[in-house]
């Protein structure tokens, strides 16, 4: 085995830089995929049966396909499937990838806000009723804050998959930390090495995450 | 009676197959204080928790002020406004402060000014005696205070009627005590009363009217005097023999 850093020395700091994609992406991604999940959480626990039932297929359907086909259809299927003014819709690839993580993640995320609302003690609920309060502020102020604070580390361990698979947007070229790695391997016909810098700061992105978890959870926990 | 705030005329409830309620007929008149007594299982609870719909009747009307609430097009949410409802287990919100949770409902739903919710919110703390924790949250307080910062909460609505659901039945016996020191001198004070209790002595000392439901049937209606020296009903008889 002769494993040699020195060959990749001048291009770490342009696979580090990828760093800053995959942040850009993965933070993008959490925050609409967030938001998503949200709305498809309150759809799920709604009484209005056709949102709750739209909210369970939408739910099945991207958990039970993989993403990798859900990033190709998108990013490929999209400019076929959408034309403006004559003109296909122009997507970026990092414009796609964010979609469809948003699309993604959002139906798992809202699984777990559904988790956290449905464990949000009933009698909340029956207080925010008897004081009149309508439904939206019921949920917004009085459910949701208690829901997402129940789910908060899950939230975080969804944020660290959410990380680990931004990798996939790789494939339809993003310059994240796994292309840049790959591209300097193509270049210089060596790959082990970048590879494993690149699964370096993967590590180290996850870790970080992992701390900052356990650090909110004790904040969470001294908080009552 | 002119001013009956409620007026509950053949009101029945079903869990399923389950017959809760049957076919109970009273009115509250303003300013009255009514207590609601039986034997756990009786419906009490259930009772209490139509006339502002957390269950929703399965036959009967419920008019508040000449509405009837189990109308599917009445306003309910405005209705809720001015029927408070104090819980046994409290529900206080617990990541709003003490303040927050008797503000929260005047400023965002009665779109009150935040100066004067804050203003009314810290006189209602200084009435249940709770004005130093305002900036407490909840889960610091203990359960007689949890539950007057709960009955200040409902206050700050300025209901027409309050709704207590076994106020005192969570707490410790020492702390039974200054909740009902509160509900007293509401009651003193005119505040319209609709009580769910076990706590005999205070039925007979605060309230207007005994309300004996068994089996979900209101089986007595009488005044306090009445209903616990010369019970009519059988099992108020054996009730109270068990209970005083």
């Known amino acids: ?224 | 009676m002119v001013d009956a705030i409620f007026k509950i005329e053949n009101l029945c409830k079903s869990f399923g197959k389950l017959k809760v309620l049957h076919d109970i007929s009273t009115d509250i008149a303003k300013g009255e204080v009514v207590a609601v007594i039986g034997p756990s299982g009786s419906g009490k609870s259930t009772f209490l928790r139509c006339m502002n719909l957390l269950e929703v009747p399965t036959e009967g009307k419920i008019y508040f002020k000449g509405v009837n609430i189990a109308d599917p097009k009445s306003d309910i949410l405005k209705i809720r406004q001015t029927v408070g409802m104090v819980f046994q287990h409290f529900h206080l919100f617990p990541h709003m402060t003490v303040l927050e949770n008797v503000t929260y409902a005047p400023i965002k739903i009665k779109h009150v000014p935040e100066h004067t919710a804050t203003q009314a919110g810290l006189k209602l703390l200084e009435q249940v005696g709770l004005l130093e924790k305002q900036d407490v949250y909840p889960s610091k307080l203990s359960g007689g205070q949890k539950q007057r910062v709960a009955i200040a909460r409902s206050l700050a609505m300025e209901p027409e009627v309050i709704l207590f659901d076994e106020p005192t039945s969570a707490l410790d016996p020492e702390m039974v005590k200054e909740v009902l020191e509160v509900m007293k001198s509401l009651a003193t004070s005119g505040m319209t009363m609709a009580i769910v209790t076990h706590e005999m002595a205070f039925a007979r000392e605060v309230a207007h009217r005994i309300l004996f439901l068994d089996a979900g049937r209101l089986a007595e209606e009488a005044s306090p005097e009445e209903f616990f020296t010369h019970p009519q009903h059988a099992r108020a008889q054996q009730f109270l023999e068990k209970m005083l």
């Open chain 1, 1 to 224: 085995m002769n494993l040699d850093f020195s060959r990749i020395y001048g291009d770490i700091p342009y696979i580090t830089w990828g760093i800053l994609t995959t942040l850009q992406f993965t933070l993008l991604s959490v925050l609409f995929g967030f938001m998503w999940g949200t709305v498809l959480a309150l759809f799920k626990t709604s009484p209005f049966k056709p949102l709750n039932w739209f909210g369970q297929v939408y739910t099945s359907i991207f958990r039970g396909t993989p993403l990798l086909l859900q990033i190709g259809l998108v990013y490929f299927a999209t400019p076929q499937l959408l034309v403006f003014n004559g003109k296909p819709l122009d997507i970026t690839p990092l414009q796609a990838g964010v979609l469809t993580f948003t699309l993604n993640s959002g139906a798992y995320i809202s699984e777990t806000i559904r988790a956290g609302i449905q464990a949000v003690d009933k009698g909340q609920m029956e207080a925010a009723l008897s004081l009149g309060i309508p439904y939206r502020l019921r949920m917004v102020d009085v459910i949701l804050p208690q829901a997402v604070k129940n789910i908060l580390p899950a939230l975080v361990n969804e944020t660290t998959t959410l990380l680990l698979n931004s990798a996939q947007v790789s494939t339809i070229g993003v310059t994240d930390i796994l292309r840049r790695a790959s591209i300097v391997g193509a270049e210089k016909y060596i790959y082990f090495e970048p590879l494993l810098f690149a699964g370096l700061l993967y590590y180290l992105l996850a870790m970080s995450l992992a701390v900052g978890a356990s650090f909110l959870e004790r904040r969470l926990q001294a908080s009552g």
